[in-house]
């Protein structure tokens, strides 16, 4: 049944509302005969997102079955969360707000509305940051060995297309994108692959003996000759790839040239060093280094961040292999993990293995004041675990 402006009024003294003080238009709601809880999903979107999907971009939900939804714009990534509401959410279509309603010239009227659906919740979107340990998780399980590998004869062989990693990293695509160049990933037959380490510093040799050889300075390696000089030995874009891993690209009078990053160069060595060693005498290890770093380059500890850790409190002092990209992704994981390994961490320390941590307008300092307590010991602030550590 319709109410009638009599009812309309009625009501209204009922409840002691002076009609003069309302819009003099009324909406009677009703719910429609398949209205329920069950049919839609609200989504709150800021308004940069809400203009993407106005624009005509998409937002797309990622996330296996055993994983939190995230909601990925092309180059953010969102938590999804579901917020309860005490008040009921109402789906009315065509329904006038009373902005609308001000700019009619409406006497008294009453408009009949169907409610077509209602709603005691909403979902939340919060910014993250990409879920990507598992892109290298996946890429590893394949790595590239060259193509006279025996891996690749065999079909069977874990490959990932761009939409296979799409379809299966909570990331949106600008960020799976970078962290592949992070990774050197590089695209081999139409599937991205992480070259296995030994051979991508094998291609690194070449590259670095050819360099000497021709006396070439390593701000300025052309591409062409060395494609021509290492093209019998590996593929041409093999070696392409290792001089963009290891250098910047740019041209100069019409020819391609690359100028080779020293430190990853260094860091590079040094991980070939460090990774078939448990532990390393701190003094040795250096002597070692630079005389295994192509001459002109000069190594530094400062080099190592996020790749190996110096224990300077054994005797003799030793450096070790530890990754930041082998440490769990969640906060209180990698806290507990670095605080297992060693009890007590200096800022400068900790920093490089938790640096990716921080999100968006948040400090190194606001982590440890969260997951650890400070302390002084021998006049140096350092940090321990809030919780102990088993």
Not at 128 to 155: F, I, W
Not at 173 to 193: D, F, K, P, S
Not at 222 to 238: A, D, I, K, S
Request: hydrophobic share 35%.
């Amino acid at each position: 049944m319709k109410r009638t402006r009599e009812e309309v009024d009625a009501t209204l003294q009922i409840a002691k509302l002076n009609a003069a003080e309302l819009l003099p238009a009324v909406h009677c709601l009703g719910f429609g005969p398949g209205a329920s809880a069950g049919d839609f999903c609200l989504l709150e979107l800021e308004p940069t997102l809400c203009q993407q999907l106005e624009d005509g971009h998409s937002l797309v939900i990622r996330g296996d079955k055993d994983e939190q939804a995230v909601l990925c714009s092309k180059d953010k990534t969102y938590d999804l969360k579901i917020a309860d509401t005490s008040n009921m959410l109402l789906f009315i279509p065509g329904c006038k707000t009373p902005d609308q309603l001000k700019k009619e010239d409406s006497h008294c009227n009453i408009i009949h509305t169907e409610i077509f659906g209602f709603s005691n919740n909403y979902w939340e979107l919060r910014r993250c940051r990409p879920k990507l340990k598992k892109l290298k998780k996946l890429l590893m399980e394949n790595p590239y060995e060259g193509p006279d590998s025996q891996k690749e004869k065999d079909s069977n062989s874990s490959k990932y297309t761009t939409e296979d990693l799409l379809d299966q990293i909570q990331a949106s695509e600008e960020e799976i994108m970078t962290q592949l160049q992070v990774l050197n990933a590089c695209e081999i037959g139409g599937y991205w692959r992480i070259l296995e380490f030994d051979y991508e510093m094998k291609l690194l040799n070449h590259v670095t003996q050819l360099v000497d050889s021709e006396s070439w300075s390593f701000s300025k390696v052309p591409l062409n000759t060395c494609l021509q000089e290492l093209g019998p030995l590996e593929p041409e874009e093999m070696i392409e790839h290792c001089l963009k891993c290891y250098g910047k690209k740019y041209v100069d009078e019409g020819e391609v040239y690359f100028e080779l990053d020293a430190d990853k160069i260094c860091r590079a060595t040094a991980h070939m060093l460090l990774q078939n060693a448990v532990k390393f005498n701190l003094a040795e290890f250096q002597e070692v280094w630079q005389q295994s770093v192509p001459e002109g380059m000069i190594t530094s500890l400062d080099q190592l961040k996020g790749l190996a850790l110096v224990d300077r409190h054994s005797r003799p002092e030793i450096i070790f292999l530890l990754k930041v990209d082998d440490l769990p992704e969640d906060n209180q994981e990698r806290f507990n993990s670095l605080f297992s390994l060693r009890e007590k961490w200096t800022e400068e320390d900790i920093a490089p293995y938790i640096q990716d941590l921080c999100g968006e307008k948040q400090t190194i300092g606001a982590l440890l004041t969260k997951y650890s307590r400070s302390s002084m010991q021998n006049g140096v602030k350092v940090y321990n675990s809030r919780r102990p550590i088993s």
